[in-house]
Nanobody
Framework: VQLQASGGGLAQAGGSLRLSCAAS????????LGWFRQAPGKEREFVAA????????AYANSVKGRFTISRDNAKNTVYLQMNSLKSEDTAVYYC????????????WGQGTQVTVSS
């Protein structure tokens, strides 16, 4: 699966951004698409995921209630709507894919920088 992330940028605290991840080269009904992030000096962490076939969503506690993951079947695209942004959301965000029956995310897109100014 090939993944192309976009939509990062600069936002003020309390503001919003929407990230997009265009996917190709796979049977997406068999996949889970996820977003991860990595801040400077920190390990990469899970943000959110969506099971393509069912639409089931999962979120990290740190973003629950503020971020929403969704998918567009026609466009083979996953979105991450980020609201009420905080400075601690500043990171490089990556989209990734794993097979439903696997635990490991095997395919990764390039990162997109999100910077939140306070």
């Amino acid at each position: 699966v090939q993944l192309q992330a976009s939509g990062g940028g600069l936002a003020q605290a309390g503001g919003s951004l929407r990230l997009s991840c265009a996917a190709s080269g796979g049977t997406f009904s068999l996949y889970v698409l996820g977003w991860f992030r990595q801040a400077p000096g920190k390990e990469r962490e899970f943000v959110a995921a969506i099971t393509w076939s069912s639409g089931r969503e999962a979120y990290a506690n740190s973003v629950k209630g503020r971020f929403t993951i969704s998918r567009d079947n026609a466009k083979n695209t996953v979105y991450l709507q980020m609201n009420s942004l905080k400075s601690e959301d500043t990171a490089v965000y990556y989209c990734a894919a794993r097979a439903v029956l696997r635990n490991e995310y095997k395919d990764w897109g390039q990162g997109t920088q999100v910077t939140v100014s306070s």
